[in-house]
Nanobody, 123 residues
Framework: QVQLVESGGGLVQSGGTLRLSCEVSGLNLNYYGIGWFRQVPGKEREGVVCIRSGGGPTRYADSVKGRSTFSRVNANTVSLQMTNLTPEDTGNYYC?????????????????WGEGTLVAVSS
């Protein structure tokens, strides 16, 4: 059974830093792409960062590029650290995995998803 469990969300002040983690079970991440997506109620889900299966360059959305770091913590865990947070970063953050991960599609074709973790940035 595949499970993705996010953690690390919470309330942060503008300018602060947050580190999200995603623990994956039932998948070998060496063969799957994985990424982070976020959604605000009433808006479409957007891709934040993706790394494709088999490695390759990490791709960040322009909105977070330069202030975000996506890392492979161990065989089953990935993390996303974001700095200089703004209220525009507020949303539910989801970890997702599939053979293909592309930020441009908002993860619409991805099969495996976590339940999400809420990030709220106060002004």
């Amino acid at each position: 059974q595949v499970q993705l469990v996010e953690s690390g969300g919470g309330l942060v002040q503008s300018g602060g830093t947050l580190r999200l983690s995603c623990e994956v079970s039932g998948l070998n991440l060496n063969y799957y792409g994985i990424g982070w997506f976020r959604q605000v109620p009433g808006k479409e889900r957007e891709g934040v960062v993706c790394i494709r299966s088999g490695g390759g360059p990490t791709r960040y959305a322009d909105s977070v590029k330069g202030r975000s770091t996506f890392s492979r913590v161990n065989a089953n865990t990935v993390s996303l650290q974001m700095t200089n947070l703004t209220p525009e970063d507020t949303g539910n953050y989801y970890c997702a995995a599939d053979l293909l991960c592309e930020i441009e599609t908002g993860g619409h074709d991805m099969v495996y998803w976590g339940e999400g973790t809420l990030v709220a940035v106060s002004s």
